[in-house]
């Protein structure tokens, strides 16, 4: 019986592998580290926009909260693990975002001193004159939440367009 031999090309191969080899020195997670940065900057984005639009508060602390390098702001690129912690240091931003109660639980009233200058209220420590608060809950905005549905639903196409792109950058 005679033996038939069959040649196969594999320069493609080689040439596919070569890519996964230059994809792992290195350049992918370099690619992969700066799109979740990017994600990162979204969200604090698509946070600020949520407050501005809920007009959850007037002094803009918590607002600029939510810029990288503010000093409140929570910004945390993990790329050993690849995770990224996003938020805020402000005490009140839970508070604005959830709801809370004007006053303790318990305490009916509570003397606030200071002074009404038009619709706003000055606190001023000390002041003889001042408002006293009942207890009210007082709903919060949502923001996060809001912020957070955004990006979950943005997230999918996000995915899709940066890996369609990474194929053809890395192994076409």
Known sequence: MATTYVKIDTSDLKGFVGKLDKAAQGEFKKELVNFMECLGYEFLRIVQ???????????????????KGEQDNVFVLNEGSMTIEVGTNVKYAEYADKG?????????????????????????????????????????????????????????????????????????
Not at 51 to 66: A, E, G
Not at 145 to 153: F, L, M, S, T
């Open 100 to 172: 809370h109660w004007l006053n303790p639980k318990g305490v009916n009233t509570r003397f606030v001193p200071g002074y009404w200058q038009g619709e706003h209220f000055i606190y001023e420590p000390g002041a003889k004159t001042g408002m006293l608060l009942k207890q009210k809950w007082i709903e919060g905005s949502h923001y996060w939440g809001d912020a957070v549905r955004c990006i979950e639903d943005m997230l999918p196409g996000l995915m899709e367009q940066k890996m369609e792109q990474w194929l053809q950058q890395f192994f076409m």
């Open 49 to 67: 926009d949520e407050i501005i639009r809920k007009q959850t508060v007037d002094t803009r602390l918590l607002l600029n909260s939510f810029s």
